[in-house]
Structures are given as C-alpha cells and as structure tokens.
C-alpha cells in the first residue's frame, strides 16, 4: 500500500464550488505540505503543518485554506474555486526526526476548474 | 527576490552518455540541495541531499556537485539507460523543513 495517499485522483469542478483535497500518510511523519504544481513553474508551497496545531501558510495560500484533522491527515479545500486554480496537487510529508529532511509525494491530484 | 533556475531546455542524450544537469540560484543561503525524479503523472521520488557544507555526493551512477559561491549545483547521470528518462527537480531546503523548487529539467535516454 502506498504510504501516501491523495483522493480524488482526478476532479472536474465549476468556478464557485467549494472542493476539498484529501491527504492520508501511513508513515508516521509529524510534518505535512500541499504543493501546486503548473506546466513551466514547478512545484509552489500553499500550505505546510508542522504538528496538528501548528499550520503556516506558504507563498500562494490565498484562495485556499488547510485542515489537519490528525497527525496523518492533512486536507486542502478551495473555499470558492476560480479556473486558474487548475493545476496538480500534491500533498507531501516528511520526518522531522533525525533531520533528514526528505519530502515523500503522494500520487497526486489532477483538478480542472471550468 | 528568491530565483531557482534549471536547464530551459529538454536534454535529449544517447544511452551510455553522462547527463549533465544545472541547478543555478539567486537570493538564497540554502542550508541543504535536493534532486528529486519526476514521471509523468507521478508524485516527485527523492534522489540525493547535499549539504551546504558537502561538496559532492554520489549514490551509485549519480553524483552531485554543491558550489556555494557560485550558488549552482550539478546533477550527473552515468552510463545513462532509457529508464533514466523522467523530469529532475533541484529543490533548496532551510533547516525548518521547507523546500523551494526548480521547475525541473526533462532528459530523454535514446537506446
């Protein structure tokens, strides 16, 4: 079983709906992130948490919002989704013992907003 | 403003050539250079660390090469086979855990 997980894989929402992303880790990483990522631009941080009460925005939080219900849960919504919020989104984790500082992707979100 | 620049273009190599990649930055004292892996509709796969004191580090037929002074990194694929072929992302990470990253360069292997 993958160690992170991202549902849905794929999503086709309207502008204005309100959607949420989900994120589920296995690994028992203390730190969680959602990245977009677009053609040309590379991976961009919205949002990172770095215990259930700790959350931070990133460089392009706006327009969305986080919740960490648990340690291995980490969901990203678009309160009111507009079109040039279609991208890939990943979610990612990582351990903050030992310092080792790598960063393990799930599979990823694909989302277009029409 | 924090710039992360890699190779513009596509690298298209025959297989058994060495792959040579840049990570070039402005305005930024990373404490740490990642490379990760990329496949098409794939999360990123984590490939290699070099600390900000290390100068190079190897893991079997990659090494990377971390100059902080010219503020640019080298990514270097040996003997490279068809299975190399993906998108490779240069990230810079600080000592809180976050990393910014390179929009990433796609390399070809030709058999």
């Known amino acids: 079983d993958a160690d992170v997980t991202q549902t849905p894989r794929n999503r086709i929402t309207k502008t204005g709906k309100r959607i949420m992303l989900e994120c589920s880790q296995t690994?028992?990483?203390?730190?969680m992130y959602w990245y977009r990522q677009d053609p040309g631009l590379g991976l961009r941080l919205i949002y990172y948490?770095?215990?259930?009460?700790?959350?931070n925005k990133g460089e392009i939080s706006d327009g969305y919002s986080v919740s960490r219900q648990a340690q291995a849960k980490f969901s990203l919504s678009l309160e009111s989704a507009i079109p040039n919020q279609t991208a890939l989104y990943f979610c990612?984790?990582?351990?903050?013992?030992?310092?080792?500082?790598?960063?393990?992707f799930g599979p990823g979100t694909r989302l277009l907003v029409l | 403003s924090q710039k992360i620049e890699q190779n513009s273009e596509a690298l298209n190599i025959q297989e058994g050539k060495t792959a040579t990649l840049t990570c070039n930055y402005t305005?930024?004292?990373?404490?740490?250079l990642q490379w990760y892996r990329q496949d098409p509709g794939r999360g990123p796969v984590f490939l290699l660390l070099?600390?900000?004191?290390?100068k190079e580090k190897r893991k079997e037929r990659l090494k990377v090469t971390f100059d902080t002074t010219l503020k640019q990194s080298l990514f270097h694929i040996t003997a490279s086979q068809p299975a190399d072929s993906a998108t490779y992302l240069c990230?810079?990470?600080?000592?809180?855990?976050?990393?910014?990253f390179g929009a990433g360069t796609t390399v070809t292997v030709r058999a």
């Open positions: 690994k028992g990483h203390d730190r």
């Open positions: 990230a810079l990470g600080s000592n809180d855990y976050k990393l910014s």
């Open positions: 070099i600390r900000e004191n290390e």
């Open positions: 305005n930024y004292s990373p404490a740490y």
């Open positions: 990612a984790t990582s351990d903050s013992r030992g310092r080792k500082f790598t960063q393990y």
């Open positions: 948490s770095f215990d259930v009460k700790d959350i």
